[in-house]
């Protein structure tokens, strides 16, 4: 069916750089469709600096909601008038809504993590949870992890110095007054984490197993048990080598598919109040990544 456009019709987009293989306007726009809104979702390529100018722009076209990704998540926040507490916390944004001319900030990448974790299931709160990377995915996730209740935190990650590991940690640690901590990614710390403690959650938030680096994985399948949720950010390829060996381990898995699905799930309910087919914006998601596959 043929997108229509009327002297009503209310815009959303994207904007980052790149945006070619953004899944989000096929999402967006199918779910339109589907409910019968008027509404249109158009991704924008915006340059980082030109981020400003699109702000400016996304007030004096009322656009009603941009998503936001690489490279301006954190770079949007001085231009925006709210933050939500979370995005604030967790220092990047993936969501603003425009209420006459009020930009707020929101971070769905967080709660749509979270709702993947809790559509199957898997209860955080009282969880210990080991976290490798600690780049924007980790933030994402180790901030709702604590804000979700968890016990303690373990964030790995390769880099030598630490230094993002060890300040996502100590921020954490004194948000929440809980028991995050900060270690070097290799196979030492795993094989320590993975003895001394009852980590019931396993986030990679690495971007290894990503196309094409298929062949790899963030931690070694020996260390991967039954009783263990394991959620992959990654989402391209759906299974990765870690979920493979997790799924054969006998843990649960969650792939960032569910992420992505949930992110612009949430996204799409700030910015029409509606709330869309889930399993819609999944299948337009899968639809893309089979078409790039091939
Ligand atoms: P980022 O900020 O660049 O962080 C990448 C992280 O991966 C860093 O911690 C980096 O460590 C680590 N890393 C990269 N190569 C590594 C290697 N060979 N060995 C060990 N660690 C390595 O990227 P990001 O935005 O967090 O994205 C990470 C992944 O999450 C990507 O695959 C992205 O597609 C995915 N993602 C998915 C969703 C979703 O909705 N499902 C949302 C956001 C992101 P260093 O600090 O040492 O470089």
Redesign the pocket.
């Known amino acids: 069916m043929a997108l229509r456009i009327t002297g009503n019709t209310v815009v959303c987009g994207l904007i980052g750089d790149p945006v070619e293989h953004t899944m989000s306007p096929a999402m967006h726009n199918a779910a339109y469709q589907q409910m019968g809104l008027d509404y249109v979702y158009i991704p924008f390529r915006v340059r980082a600096d030109e981020l400003g100018k699109a702000i400016d722009g996304m007030r004096a076209f009322n656009i009603r909601g941009l998503n936001v990704t690489?490279p301006h998540k954190v770079a949007v926040i001085p231009f925006l008038d709210k933050l939500d507490p979370l995005a604030e916390k967790i220092g990047a944004v993936n969501t603003v809504v425009n209420d006459n001319g009020v930009l707020t900030g929101y971070n769905t990448?967080a709660t749509?993590?979270l709702r993947a974790l809790t559509e199957k299931g898997i209860e955080v709160r009282g969880k210990k949870a080991m976290i490798?990377?600690?780049?924007?995915?980790?933030?994402?996730v180790s901030l709702i992890l604590a804000d979700s209740g968890a016990e303690r935190l373990i964030i790995l990650?390769?880099?030598q110095e630490l230094d993002?590991?060890y300040e996502l940690a100590g921020n954490i640690s004194q948000l929440y007054n809980m028991d995050a901590k900060a270690g070097q990614?290799n196979r030492e710390s795993l094989d320590s984490v993975m003895e001394r403690i009852d980590v019931s959650i396993l986030v990679n938030?690495?971007?290894?197993?990503?196309t094409p680096?298929v062949n790899?994985t963030?931690i070694d399948a020996d260390l991967l048990r039954p009783g263990l949720a394991v959620f992959d950010?990654?989402?391209?390829p759906l299974k990765t080598r870690l979920l493979m060996e997790a799924e054969a381990a006998g843990a649960r898995t969650v792939s960032?598919?569910?992420?992505?699905v949930w992110?612009g799930v949430l996204a799409f309910e700030k910015f029409t109040s509606h709330e869309p087919p889930p399993d819609l914006m999944r299948q337009e998601a899968l639809r893309l990544l089979e078409k790039n596959e091939n």
């Open positions: 690489i990448d749509g993590f490798l990377g600690a780049g924007g995915a980790s933030r994402a990650n390769r880099a993002w590991a990614l938030a690495t971007s290894v197993g990503m680096d790899n963030p950010v990654i989402y391209n960032g598919i569910e992420m992505l992110q």
